[in-house]
């Protein structure tokens, strides 16, 4: 069963949301511990003598349990708002991931010095990962990507082998990330 999608206030606010619930959480608690305390010892008092004779122990500890979970919640919520705010955020070049190039969709990822690693060429009908195929015999000057599985990706293009063909794309990558300046020049 897939999780339910978040909602985009959640998903562009995590640290706000966070705290929210923290703080929900608190103030579910303090309104329970509020009632028990002043509802539960009334009702029960005519009925039950133990109330009578156990109320004081009782209600400390329900108190000491309640009070615990009431400042328990705000500091998880606060840690995990730490915890977020000190995680390393990554650089604006490895948000660009994938671009359409030479009628393929291609996939990469990033270095740390922002160069393009594992260029990868898909599908764009059916987002199948296409192998290429060498066309020619001894001296091949073609690398043809075909889709297996639609039959619509047919690109054939000029490159001794795989390896051109990836570090063109990781040049065109690049070349478009430093455009859109999401890369240092």
Known sequence: MAAPERSPWRQRYPLLWDVLKALS????VGAGTWLAHKLIPDRLQDEAWVWTTADAAHS???????????????????????????????APFEMYR????FGLLWR????????????RAYCIE??????PQLIGYAAATQIAY???????????LPAANRAVVEREVALRAEA???RRGLLGA
């Open 25 to 28: 959480v608190a103030a579910a």
């Open 60 to 90: 400390r500890g329900v108190w000491l349990v309640f009070l615990g979970a009431t400042i328990a919640w705000p500091v998880y919520g606060l840690w995990r708002l730490v915890q977020r705010l000190r995680a390393p955020r990554p």
């Open 98 to 101: 994938s671009d359409e190039l």
């Open 108 to 119: 990469w990822s990033w270095t740390a010095r922002g160069e393009v690693l594992y260029a």
């Open 126 to 131: 059916c987002d199948l990962e296409l192998d």
């Open 146 to 156: 075909h889709c297996t599985r639609c039959e619509r990706a047919d690109v054939i």
């Open 176 to 178: 478009e990330a430093r």
